[in-house]
């Protein structure tokens, strides 16, 4: 098959233990490490979870590539403007946030040049908690590379499609479709032909990796279903040049430079490796007699803690969906949630919030922060006649946290942020009437 035929076709099925080779007979059989493996090439192994972490857990890949990974310089500091940590000297901020579509850039400028954090929580250090980014860029990176040893990356593309050359393969992403780079995983972002710019979200997770929820009562369907998750089939290059690494260690960004192209990985097998999910194929579930259900039931992925049922990250969506809940207040309810609540929207509108909250915007409602329907939001759905209604182009969606997030002074200090969001509730006068007497 043709190097250009083979790009872009993925393998079915959840952390399966998969197996890929671009050149037929690349892959050992029978072991991993044989004393001299197909074609000269070296294994090497990426392990996404500690060697001991018990069967169910273990997350693990070996790769056979043209050159080791040691093969590169010594790491020196870098610094992408945007890619920040919070400033630990301010108090995290309670107040709720939101904020207008990133602002497209007019300058040339890649994915991770593009990346500016809006806020983090919990610990890198302890692998607890996660990074929130968002992205702008319009340029393909070409000679530049880049790994997180931080967490995993879970990118929601709002605008503009990627091409995403991974180590192990190369992923198509497109606006409605999410992908999971692998902590570790060597990639390069570039533009899909006809996208000049693109525009998303990524939740970077340093705690336990990704994880389909269970389903409890639902049963043993409904939700996502592993099926529809996607890895790539290994690709390769050999391409010499002059090119740099990026690495993402401990909140900071390294550099080394090397002469080859890092995505030289010709045969991969194991559980480790990236993917994506069309969220269109998630089954939503919902109500069909009252009351609005906590939106744990619209979750797609979760990072668990050591704390049943608490989330390190959930990853949840509000899709197009029927509203038929009888005698119900529909939209999301007045509420003080003790996990914390970042939230994006890929198109359309929320619901909770039909303006204000853009496309390419995001809200932060943290731990006990009280929020909910804006005032024209309740007007509307407490005095419209119930019947059934398809909510359609929406796709809005939220990462949840048992922690606190810590906003950086980038993004409190935005040009773009709304400093008045919590006017859109004051409009809430009291309407009690109690009877006489
Ligand atoms: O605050 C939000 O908009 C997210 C949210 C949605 C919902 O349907 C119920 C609770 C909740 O926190
Ligand atoms: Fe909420």
């Given at each position: 098959m043709a190097a250009a035929d083979r790009e872009l076709q993925y393998m079915s099925g959840f952390h399966n233990d998969f197996q890929t080779e671009a050149?037929?007979?690349a892959l050992p059989i029978?072991?991993?490490?044989?004393q001299r493996a197909p074609y000269g090439l070296y294994p090497e192994q990426l392990s996404g979870?500690?060697?001991?972490?018990p069967r169910a857990a273990n997350r693990r890949s070996w790769l056979y590539r043209t050159?080791?990974?040691?093969v590169q310089a010594e790491y020196r500091r870098s610094g992408t403007a945007g890619l920040q940590l919070p400033n630990c000297d301010e108090p995290p901020d309670p107040n709720p946030m939101r904020w207008d579509p990133l602002p497209i850039p007019q300058a040339p400028i890649d994915f991770i040049a593009g990346l500016l954090t809006y806020c983090v929580n919990g610990d890198i250090a302890t692998q607890a908690g996660c990074g929130i980014h968002l992205y702008a860029c319009n340029q393909d990176m070409t000679d530049t590379f880049f790994y997180d040893a931080d967490g995993e990356l879970l990118i929601v593309p709002q605008l503009g499609e990627l091409l995403v050359h991974t180590e192990m393969g190369r992923l198509a992403l497109a606006p409605g479709e999410i992908a999971v780079i692998p902590r570790g995983v060597k990639f390069q972002v570039r533009l899909a032909p006809g996208t000049k710019t693109a525009r998303g979200y990524v939740c970077e997770n340093f705690g336990t990796l990704l994880q389909l929820p269970e389903r409890g009562p639902i049963g043993?369907?409904?939700?996502?279903?592993?099926?529809?998750f996607l890895t790539p089939i290994a690709a390769y290059e050999q391409r010499m040049g002059d090119f740099t690494l990026l690495a993402k260690f401990q909140g900071h960004l390294w550099a080394c430079t090397l002469?080859?192209?890092?995505?030289?990985?010709v045969a991969w097998h194991g559980n480790y490796a990236p993917y994506k999910y069309p969220l269109t194929r998630f089954n939503v579930i919902n109500t069909v007699s009252f009351d609005h259900p906590d939106p744990?039931?619209?979750?797609?992925?979760s990072s668990p803690s050591?704390?049943?049922?608490?989330?390190?990250?959930d990853f949840v969506i509000f899709p197009p969906r029927w509203l038929v809940a009888e005698d119900t207040f529909r939209p999301p309810y007045f509420h003080r949630n003790v996990m914390s609540e970042f939230m994006g929207l890929v198109h359309g509108a929320y619901d909770a919030k039909?303006?204000?909250?853009?496309?390419?915007g995001a809200s932060l409602h943290n731990c006990l922060t009280p929020h909910g329907p804006d005032a024209k939001a309740f007007k509307t759905a407490t005095q419209t006649p119930l019947q059934p209604v398809y909510l359609s182009d929406t796709l809005a969606f939220m990462f949840e946290s048992r922690y606190p997030y810590r906003v950086t002074a980038q993004a409190l200090n935005?040009?773009?942020?709304?400093?008045?969001?919590?006017?859109?509730?004051?409009?809430?006068?009291?309407?009690f009437d109690p009877p006489p007497g």
């Open positions: 050149l037929p007979g029978g072991r991993n490490s044989p979870t500690a060697f001991t972490a050159q080791p990974s040691v043993a369907n409904g939700l996502a279903s592993a099926r529809d002469d080859h192209s890092p995505l030289d990985v744990s039931i619209f979750t797609v992925l050591a704390t049943p049922g608490t989330a390190n990250l039909a303006e204000g909250f853009q496309p390419g935005a040009s773009f942020r709304q400093h008045d969001y919590v006017q859109v509730w004051q409009d809430l006068a009291p309407q």
